[in-house]
């Protein structure tokens, strides 16, 4: 299983044992973890935070501030920071004519331990790893 060179991870999930069980996923894998309950505390922690490296947020939460709208503010806030997007509806939520938007990344609900892994190391690694002329 790949595991984190100490990158910063905000994890935004309302489901209590999801959350939990991604937080202690992600933390495992070696990353440091932020961690909000819905869309207005995420972004307290975006406004707030030094450096974030990837947000992994749920689509749909409560409090008027969707995962969407949430990357949208991370972009702005951290330029750097890539996004992982989960949720456990059908993907037309972050999608047109049920394709995924270009550069949108999204690990289905309910996801394994390797499954997240892997897509987090893909993420947070693949860009560098080309820019740096890995193959």
């Known amino acids: 299983t790949p595991t984190g060179l100490k990158e910063i991870i905000l994890v935004v999930e309302d489901d209590d044992e999801l959350r939990d069980l991604a937080v202690m996923i992600v933390k495992k894998l070696g990353y440091t973890v932020l961690v909000a309950r819905d869309g207005p505390a995420a972004i307290e922690i975006l406004d707030n935070a030094e450096t974030i490296d990837l947000l992994f947020t749920d689509v749909v939460l409560p409090n008027g501030v969707n995962g969407s709208q949430i990357a949208e503010h991370a972009k702005i806030r951290h330029p750097d920071a ?54």
């Open 82 to 135: 890539k996004v992982l997007f989960t949720s456990g509806y059908n993907k037309d939520i972050v999608s047109h004519n049920g394709q995924l938007d270009s550069g949108v990344n999204l690990i289905p609900k309910p996801y394994r331990r390797t499954a997240l892994a892997h897509k987090i190391h893909e993420i947070l690694h693949s860009v560098t790893e080309r820019e740096a002329g890995v193959h």
